[in-house]
Each structure stands twice: as structure tokens, then as C-alpha cells.
Nanobody, 125 residues
């Protein structure tokens, strides 16, 4: 069983920055792709970013491209989401997810096999 624990959420002003972390345990972290998803109040969970097992390839939702950066440290079993120039519409619960594959497909939400419990990010205007 894989355990994923997110941290780093909180209240931030629009235009500010925040870094989310996700610590993973329970299997070989470096063998699988990892992703970040988010769910705003009253909305469905949406894809944010995904990174392959090696960290060499990433993909982003259009809404965050150029503002958010996903990265991973395989020596620390941790994946990060650096959020910059945040906007009120970025307010959501952010979830870390672990894939069943070392790479990502065009449907990263389907790839994911394990999910964290989420961390809340609130962006004030």
C-alpha cells in the first residue's frame, strides 16, 4: 500500500507563491510517475501537473502552465508543486497522486492508482 501525505497548503495572497510537498512511502518511489490534481468547491477534481519517474518530463494543465512547476526528489521520496503568481481561481484542495506507470499518458487521472488526502490552498484577492 502506498501512503501519500501532502503539506504546504494555506492562505496566500493573489500574486504570491506557495510550495506544496507530497511525501510518499510504501513502494519504490523512483519507479512511478507522480501527479498533482485539485478540486475547487463545488467542482470536479481536475488535473494540474504530472511528472514522469525520472523527473525528466512534465506536463501541465493550460490553466497553470507558466506559473506552476512540478518537480521531484527521488532521494527524499517527495514530489513538489511550486506555485507562483497564484490567482483566486487557484483556490482548491490539492491532491497528490501516484501512478501505476513510470511515464504519463494523455489521461493522467486514469493512470493514478493512489491518492493523498489533500491540502487546502486558499488564494485571497
Amino acid at each position: 500500500q502506498v501512503q501519500l501525505v501532502e503539506s504546504g497548503g494555506g492562505l496566500v495572497q493573489a500574486g504570491g507563491s506557495l510550495r506544496l510537498s507530497c511525501a510518499a512511502s510504501g513502494r519504490t518511489f523512483s519507479a512511478y510517475a507522480m501527479g498533482w490534481f485539485r478540486q475547487a468547491p463545488g467542482k470536479e477534481r481536475d488535473f494540474v501537473a504530472v511528472i514522469d519517474a525520472s523527473g525528466g518530463d512534465q506536463s501541465y494543465a493550460d490553466s497553470v502552465k507558466g506559473r506552476f512547476t512540478i518537480s521531484r526528489d527521488n532521494t527524499k521520496n517527495t514530489v513538489y508543486l511550486q506555485m507562483a503568481n497564484v490567482k483566486p481561481e487557484d483556490t482548491a484542495v490539492y491532491y497528490c497522486a501516484a501512478s501505476r506507470l513510470p511515464y504519463f499518458t494523455n489521461f493522467p487521472g486514469i493512470d493514478m492508482a493512489f491518492w493523498g488526502k489533500g491540502t487546502l490552498v486558499t488564494v485571497s484577492s
